[in-house]
């Protein structure tokens, strides 16, 4: 049964960056994907951005030039930083597996990485000056 | 990228049958068959409910069902249950490699 931790500072000054830990437990690490997904205070969910298992990044391109993500293989670790954060980014943060679909036809499989299936239990992070 | 259309509220009494309507464009919902449906509870993690428009995981009643036609994905929920009262949100991937999700939609059981 893979668990997801995750630890951060939850209150922050304009123009500070937000760091964020997630630790994987009970499941394989490098074999997924790993996503970041926040959900501001009475509003709906959104995508922040993922880290592949090929080591590339993909990001939300409303936060692209704020934002970073990283993994620590040794620990099974993804971490997020967002920088020169404003009130905007109040929110409830939350990590996430996705799970894997596979498409195959003529002979080509891909697969997509989307639906989280598995959730941490989120990091209150709010930005007050 | 905008987010995908939801309803903002849908109600129905027990034992009833409510859908949740998701509308997005060519470029996510119409474009693969690669929608994701979540519940979430006052203060709790969302919880995926379908996969890939209508594959339920392990363990979610079958009473949860989706469908798609077009730019517009559904979420069906029969026998509606007190417990089933909760936020709905949909997501789907996109052609630019991303993922986005809808709105919201909050059930209330009548």
């Known amino acids: 049964q893979v668990q997801l931790q995750q630890w951060g500072a939850g209150l922050l000054t304009p123009s500070e960056t937000l760091s964020l830990t997630c630790a994987v437990y009970?499941?394989?690490?490098?074999?997924?994907?790993w996503s970041w997904i926040r959900q501001p205070p009475g509003k709906g969910l959104e995508w922040v951005g993922e880290f592949t298992q090929s080591g590339n990044t993909n990001y939300n391109p409303s936060l692209k030039s704020r934002v970073t993500i990283s993994v620590d293989t040794s620990n099974n670790q993804v971490s997020l930083n967002l920088r020169s954060v404003t009130a905007a980014d109040t929110a409830v943060y939350y990590c996430?597996?996705?799970?894997?679909?596979?498409?195959?036809?003529?002979?080509?499989?891909?697969?997509?990485?989307?639906?989280?299936?598995?959730w941490g239990k989120g990091t209150t992070v709010t930005v007050s000056s | 990228q905008s987010a995908l259309t939801q309803p903002a509220s849908v109600s129905g009494s027990p034992g009833q049958s409510i859908t949740i309507s998701c509308t997005g464009t060519s470029s996510d919902v119409g474009a693969y068959n690669y929608v994701s449906w979540y519940q979430q509870h006052p203060g709790k993690a969302p919880k995926l409910m379908i996969y890939?428009?209508?594959s339920r995981p392990l363990g979610v009643s079958n009473r949860f069902s989706g469908s798609k036609s077009g730019n517009t994905a559904s979420l069906t929920i029969s026998g509606l249950q007190a417990e089933d009262e909760a936020d709905y949100y949909c997501s789907s991937y996109t052609s630019s490699s991303h993922v986005v999700f809808g709105g919201g939609t909050k059930v209330t059981v009548l």
């Open positions: 009970g499941g394989s690490f490098s074999s997924y994907y």
């Open positions: 890939d428009v209508s």
């Open positions: 996430a597996r996705p799970g894997v679909t596979r498409y195959c036809s003529n002979g080509v499989c891909l697969k997509y990485y989307y639906y989280m299936d598995v």
